[in-house]
């Protein structure tokens, strides 16, 4: 039986299974970048179908991942890190390698169902088995390390996808990214499994964990308003006459990468409501300028404000989610923040492209500041109420 990784007595970080799952998630999140490169292009050109196919193909996968992050979170802390991990990467690997077989968009959205239930297990899993492996007085630290994984693997999989693409086809695209999701699934076989032990009083085998909920709704708020602005980024930048329309979203990405590069320890200084809460701030204020600014110029300096915002809003929130949770209780915590990354990046677009289709994108972006505003000043509302105090929460008065 292979030995359990256990965070450094110490408080080393950068421990061999710390980077084997930041590894991992490099790994499985270069896969699905390839996708969302290269499936809109499959399913309007070899399936045959149109924009519409193309977009309730790429989104099928969101439904199945929402329903199962629960139950992932659940099984999560019951059977273990583990198997969760393997599971959900090999089951994204047998769907991909299924995709070049899929002559119908309605073959294509089942078999991105089944990527779904794989992204819940091992997406909640990932993060359990972090919080397992960190030491407690440098979580935030750890979270922002680890992320650069998802960035950089949403970054690097489109040129990859496209370099796959245009030099020998969707199946070898298909098989590539099937290949990472494989390799995903070996680096965490090797890590072991990372759950110490379950207490029997932990509250272990839970759906949701109730404890995180007033703070994800602060976090909602933030993925809301951010997932706004990813829609409308590139549209945006055609608006204002930005010459190259992908420039805004790549300024988000390098900031957002920078950030948790050189400011990696500030989650762990400073109290994670507060600093939540004034991450949201700055979101806003990024949002606001964007919509008064409508200008390239204007547009440049929210994308930067709105990145800098993010940098420190996930950690922090993360941070808070899991800082009661004891071992038993971290896949369903895991899985609850999970869940509210699906709503936030689900619930802003709809609810703000509604705003634009009325009134056009700088009214959307104008209520994406409002949205993140209201979060702000619900996160700073729990600030005195008598929660841990490495939320930032004041301790009960006589």
């Not at 699905?32 to 499959?42: D, E, K, Q, R």
């Not at 007033?214 to 990813?230: D, I, Q, R, T």
Request: aromatic residues 8%; charged residues 10%; hydrophobic residues 55%.
């Amino acid at each position: 039986m292979a030995r359990e990784p256990a965070p450094s007595r110490h408080g080393r970080l950068l421990t061999p299974a710390f980077v084997a799952l930041s590894v991992g998630d490099l790994a499985y999140f270069t896969a699905n970048g390839v996708v969302f490169f290269a499936l809109p292009l499959y399913v309007v050109g070899p399936v045959g179908s149109d924009a519409a196919g193309a977009g309730v193909a790429f989104g099928a996968f969101g439904v199945t991942a929402l329903v199962c992050r629960p139950f992932a979170g659940r099984l999560t802390d019951t059977v273990g890190r583990r198997p969760l991990l393997v599971g959900g990467a090999l089951l994204c690997a047998i769907g991909l390698a299924l995709l070049p077989h899929a002559q119908t968009v309605a073959v294509v959205v089942a078999l991105r169902l089944l990527q779904g239930v794989a992204e819940a297990a091992f997406f909640v899993a990932s993060f359990a088995a972090l919080l397992d492996l960190a030491p407690p007085a440098r979580v935030g630290e750890a979270l922002s390390y680890n992320s650069l994984g998802l960035y950089l693997g949403l970054a690097l999989g489109p040129p990859l996808g496209e370099l796959l693409l245009q030099r020998w086809g969707y199946p070898t695209a298909w098989y590539g990214a099937a290949g990472l999701a494989v390799v995903a699934a070996l680096v965490a076989v090797g890590i072991g499994e990372t759950r110490s032990g379950i207490d029997p009083a932990g509250g272990h085998g839970k759906l949701i964990y109730r404890p995180a909920v007033p703070v994800a709704v602060g976090f909602l708020a933030s993925l809301a308003a951010v997932g706004g602005f990813l829609a409308f980024a590139s549209l945006h930048s055609v608006a204002v006459g930005l010459a190259d329309a992908s420039l805004a979203l790549l300024v988000y990405g390098v900031v957002v990468v920078a950030c948790r590069l050189l400011f990696a320890k500030v989650p762990d200084r400073l109290p994670s409501l507060p600093l939540g809460a004034a991450a949201l701030l700055v979101t806003a204020a990024g949002l606001a300028l964007m919509a008064i600014g409508r200008t390239p110029g204007g547009l440049l300096v929210g994308v930067f404000c709105v990145a800098v915002g993010v940098s420190f809003s996930t950690p922090a929130f993360f941070s808070a989610i899991f800082a009661s949770a004891k071992p038993g209780e971290r896949g369903a915590a895991s899985g609850t923040a999970s869940a509210v990354v699906d709503l936030g990046l689900g619930f802003g677009p709809i609810a703000l492209g509604l705003i634009a289709d009325s009134y056009g994108i700088p009214w959307a972006f104008g209520a994406g500041a409002g949205i993140a505003v209201a979060g702000a000043v619900w996160t700073i509302s729990l600030y005195r109420r008598p929660l841990p105090p490495r939320l930032g929460g004041s301790t009960p008065r006589a």
